[in-house]
């Protein structure tokens, strides 16, 4: 089972950037995806969340609006396109799986995501 998130990098404030997470070793159509950032000296957050068929999808507070997270099934692929960013979003930007249907009560909790990405570097300069 393999996690592969990729497409970070070096931009300026206002500017977008698209991750992907490409997943293999595993259906991902039973699974639910999510993508997680952790930014130096603080916790790991939930960003967002969609669940198996991406019908119901959560953001934290901080990005409604700005990011939009989606997911390519027969690609065994999903994607964070993030607009609009500002220098806070600047983080480790991890992707996780679990075959729990998320609620908005508990999609944020890292314990019930079973298979995690290796994480890509989004840096956003002011």
């Known amino acids: 089972v393999q996690l592969q998130a990729s497409g970070g990098g070096l931009v300026q404030a206002g500017e977008s950037l698209r991750l992907s997470c490409a997943t293999s070793?595993?259906?991902?159509?039973?699974?639910?995806i999510a993508w997680f950032r952790q930014a130096p000296g603080k916790e790991r957050e939930g960003v967002s969340c969609?669940?198996?068929?991406?019908?119901?999808?959560f953001y934290v507070d901080s990005v409604k609006g700005r990011f939009t997270i989606s997911r390519d099934n027969n690609k065994n692929t999903a994607y964070l396109l993030m607009n609009s960013l500002k220098p806070e979003d600047t983080a480790v930007y991890y992707c996780?799986?679990?075959?729990?249907?998320?609620?908005?009560?508990?999609?944020?909790?890292?314990?019930?995501?079973?298979?995690w990405g290796q994480g890509t570097q989004v840096t956003v300069s002011s």
């Open positions: 070793g595993f259906t991902l159509d039973y699974y639910t």
């Open positions: 969609a669940s198996y068929s991406g019908n119901r999808k």
């Open positions: 996780a799986a679990t075959t729990v249907s998320p609620l908005s009560s508990t999609w944020r909790r890292e314990e019930i995501y079973n298979f």
